[in-house]
């Protein structure tokens, strides 16, 4: 399995508050996504990272931020959580843009009361 | 806007049935097309395709790709419990600066169960 670690792997939070989610690699790829994963629509990809402080949207990114100052981290912030953020996010992790394969890691799942 | 369409939504097959899982796709400058499969954790890599017509194949899963008709199969033969699952297709499209990025644009995937 690669080596990519989600903190916390589960959280209850209220809303209005603000969430950060951590997503750590040991793999030193280069690229990594955050998606989220609700009933119905699948894994939509939320923002995503293709170098150090290199980051962009992708079809759900109204609500999250995200931030990679190392290669092995990428977090992603709720600035103010909502009920409809609630969802299971996973990270995920490629070698290079040609790559394509993309390793997920283990989820966390996100309530927001 | 890229779509993926998965088929059947959700199949209940007994032991030693074979299944064929379908994915459609309709995406601007196409790369790749992946399956993966998920059971209660993390999606789980299986295969990725990217020319028509060649089968890549692992154990009792098999899968192949036709771009000019734009779907791909995924084949199970002699299933077994082990194989319940939701399966996923993704197709891969470059996006961003540079096409920095390869995006996965995901279906909603196939739920299946195998029963003894």
């Known amino acids: 399995d690669a080596g990519i670690t989600q903190s916390p792997r589960h959280k209850v939070t209220e809303t209005g508050t603000p969430v950060t989610l951590r997503c750590h690699q040991t793999?030193?790829?280069?690229?990594m996504y955050w998606y989220r994963q609700d009933p119905g629509h699948g894994l939509r990809l939320i923002h995503y990272?293709?170098?150090?402080?290199?980051?962009d949207k992708g079809e759900v990114s109204d609500g999250y931020s995200v931030s990679r100052s190392k290669t092995e981290d990428f977090l992603l912030t709720l600035e103010s959580a909502t009920s409809s953020q609630t969802s299971v996010y996973f990270c995920?992790?490629?070698?290079?843009?040609?790559?394509?394969?993309?390793?997920f890691g283990p989820g966390t799942r996100l309530t927001v009361l | 806007e890229d779509k993926v369409v998965q088929s059947p939504l959700s199949l209940v097959v007994h032991e030693g049935d074979t299944v064929t899982l379908n994915c459609s796709y309709e995406?601007?400058?196409?790369?790749?097309l992946l399956w993966y499969k998920q059971e209660k954790k993390a999606p789980t890599f299986l295969f990725m395709l990217?020319?028509?017509?060649i089968e890549k194949k692992s154990g009792r899963l098999s899968s192949i790709l036709d771009k000019k008709e734009l779907f791909s199969i995924l084949n199970i033969t002699a299933t077994q419990t082990g194989d319940s699952a939701i399966y996923l297709c993704?197709?891969?499209?470059?996006?961003?600066?540079?096409?920095?990025?390869?995006?996965?644009?995901f279906g909603g995937g196939t739920r299946l169960m195998v029963k003894p």
């Open positions: 995920a992790i490629s070698e290079s843009s040609w790559a394509d394969t993309q390793y």
């Open positions: 793999e030193n790829h280069r690229y």
């Open positions: 990272s293709y170098g150090v402080k290199d980051t």
């Open positions: 995406v601007t400058n196409f790369r790749s």
């Open positions: 990217t020319s028509s017509g």
């Open positions: 993704a197709v891969g499209v470059p996006r961003g600066f540079n096409n920095a990025g390869n995006m996965l644009t």
